[in-house]
């Protein structure tokens, strides 16, 4: 019996609105390993909008790959995690930083937050992280047959 997930139901679970958390290797440390929202669709790229001056954004620039992995915290437990290249990019406002808000915080809460950070992403622009899936994992402990 697999516990994994077919490519339908890996790239259905990354549709779902989870926190991820965003790895990368950093030389001398173990890797930087941070929460961050996501936006995911089937067949396509994991895409993260960070703060281009951030720790974040200079580890990727020097190791040009990261891994992320997305969990379902609660039973039956599920995670998906890719690795791949990194690229970052500039960021198209409405598409990633506007849709992403409204997916986390829905349109209302989102159009504050996104009011209350302007000035922040004035004064350091954001950037746009996009992760290429090469390797994947994946567990469904839905999967297993207790009992």
């Known amino acids: 019996m697999s516990l994994t997930m077919s490519k339908p139901e890996r790239e259905a679970f990354l549709q779902e609105t989870r926190v991820g958390i965003l790895s990368i290797g950093e ?4 890797p930087l390993a941070v929460p961050v929202w996501f936006a995911y669709s ?10 281009s001056e951030s720790r974040k954004a200079r ?26 290249p990194a690229r970052l990019a500039e960021p198209d406002f409405d598409r990633d930083e506007r849709q ?3 997916r986390y915080l829905g349109a209302e809460a989102a159009e504050r937050y996104l009011a ?17 899936p090469e390797h994947w994992l994946s567990v469904d402990y839905a999967k297993m047959r207790l009992g």
Do not use: H, N, W
């Open 100 to 102: 992403m808000a409204r």
């Open 116 to 132: 209350a950070t302007a000035a922040e992403r004035d004064a350091v622009p954001s950037v746009l992280v996009t992760i290429e």
């Open 42 to 51: 089937p067949g396509g790229v994991v895409r993260i909008v960070i703060s």
């Open 59 to 84: 580890l990727l620039r020097i190791a040009g790959r990261a891994s992320f992995c997305v969990q379902a915290d609660t039973p039956p437990y599920k995670y998906v995690s890719v690795e791949g």
């Open 27 to 30: 030389e001398g440390r173990g």
